[in-house]
């Protein structure tokens, strides 16, 4: 009977989003007519990769046929392409298409600097991001935005919709764990859009030393936080499908353990298991792929746990993070005192999360411990939404 009732929902959840106006869904970078005119005579830096596209023509070439200057292109992790492994350092170089120097800011630097900002004039931010508070593209907008607010240039956020915009769910970080993955007090899973995100930042008072950046957002039309948005250009080389981008947020959190997340297999974020694993009925072989030249268990077969038949329906109707899959890891794991890494608590930002797993408290019992912050959270989130919201 409780079976049916949830599936009874998620059809209920789905028709609903089915008879939604049929209003075609534009994002903030094929609505030129609000931002070119703004754009042409100034000195361009862009911060962009491989999602920034209008249709399947990237923003760099279609703002460069419209006669817009670019001086400058600023690559998050993974870089312009989108191609390079998570983590690894992101060089400078030149677009061998445009000629156009492309500066790195995931590294050592992690926003323009003083030479950067004198060649531009105003910086346009336009990256596709998943919702996820461990995913980099957020933190490298803070720094930008600081960046902008400290050499006073204008910064452009032309905005697009979150594929995990549709609930909230996760502890919220805890100032004290605060790192690259996770720089401000919001739950893993935040609903919202960069640019709403980005009026939270300044809103919030959040950027260092409370500076107060000049945002110009170019929202999405006929968007709400109820759809479910298809991504067109996978975000990064990992999260190759809407499977992985709905798992992330669950699955990421085994990157603080031994537990491999099938980077090196053709199904990343989709899979999880380990060398020796007792439980699960799937193997796999991690081997070096683009976006994973040196994945975890290279070469070793890991058994475990396949994912990548779930559907959107199953997603919707859970509408949380999935916290029994990283529970039922630990608890089959042999050696227990070897399960978390500090990179864990990192993840989570916080190590009350660690602690409640290690003191076998149940799924239901470890939501009850972030409720409170869950809901302080919504109310300033609510300050700053640009679209309808799912509730």
């Not at 929902?9 to 094929?30: D, F, K, N, V």
């Not at 694993?277 to 796999?284: E, M």
């Not at 890494?341 to 408290?361: E, H, M, V």
């Amino acid at each position: 009977m409780k079976l049916f009732l949830s599936l009874l929902l998620a059809l209920r959840c789905l028709s609903a989003l089915a008879q939604e106006p049929e209003r075609p869904l534009q994002t903030g970078a094929e609505q030129t007519e609000r931002y070119v005119d703004s754009l042409k005579g100034k000195r361009i830096g862009l911060v962009v990769n491989a999602t920034s596209t209008i249709g399947k023509v990237h923003l760099v070439d279609t703002l460069r046929s419209l006669g817009i200057d670019i001086k400058t292109i600023f690559a998050p992790e993974h870089g312009f392409r989108g191609d390079a492994d998570a983590g690894a350092d992101v060089l400078n170089e030149y677009d061998p298409t445009t000629a156009i120097p492309v500066v790195s800011i995931y590294g050592k630097k992690k926003a323009p600097d003083s030479l950067d900002m004198a060649n531009v004039d105003l910086i346009v931010f336009d990256i596709q991001d998943v919702g996820v508070r461990f995913y980099t593209y957020i933190s490298t907008l803070q720094y930008v935005m600081e960046a902008c607010a400290t050499y006073n240039k204008p910064l452009w956020i032309l905005d697009r919709p979150n594929p995990n915009g549709y609930y909230i769910d996760g502890p919220v970080l805890d100032r004290s764990f605060a790192s690259f993955v996770g720089m401000q007090p919001i739950p893993v899973v935040h609903a919202l859009t960069v640019g709403e995100y980005a009026q939270m930042l300044n809103g919030e008072k959040w950027l260092v030393d409370s500076v107060h950046c000049n945002v110009n957002i170019v929202p999405c039309k006929n968007y709400t936080h109820s759809m479910l948005y298809k991504l067109p250009v996978k975000p990064s080389p990992n999260l190759p499908n809407m499977t992985a981008v709905y798992l992330y947020p669950s699955l990421c959190l085994f990157e603080g353990t031994p537990v491999s997340v099938g980077r090196g297999t053709d199904k990343p974020f989709q899979i999880y298991g380990y060398p020796g694993n007792a439980q699960g009925t799937f193997s796999f072989t991690p081997a070096p792929k683009p976006g994973a030249l040196k994945p975890p268990y290279q070469n070793q077969l890991c058994r475990g746990f396949d994912l990548s038949s779930y559907n959107t329906g199953f997603f919707l109707n859970k509408r949380s993070i999935f916290l029994n899959y990283v529970i039922d890891a630990y608890r089959n794991y042999p050696d227990k005192s070897q399960f978390f890494t500090p990179f864990f608590d990192t993840l989570a930002g916080t190590d009350k999360l660690r602690q409640d797993i290690k003191a076998g408290r149940n799924e239901q019992l470890i939501r009850l411990g972030w409720r409170d912050d869950i809901n302080a959270y919504k109310k300033i989130r609510k300050k700053y939404l640009l679209y309808p919201d799912f509730e």
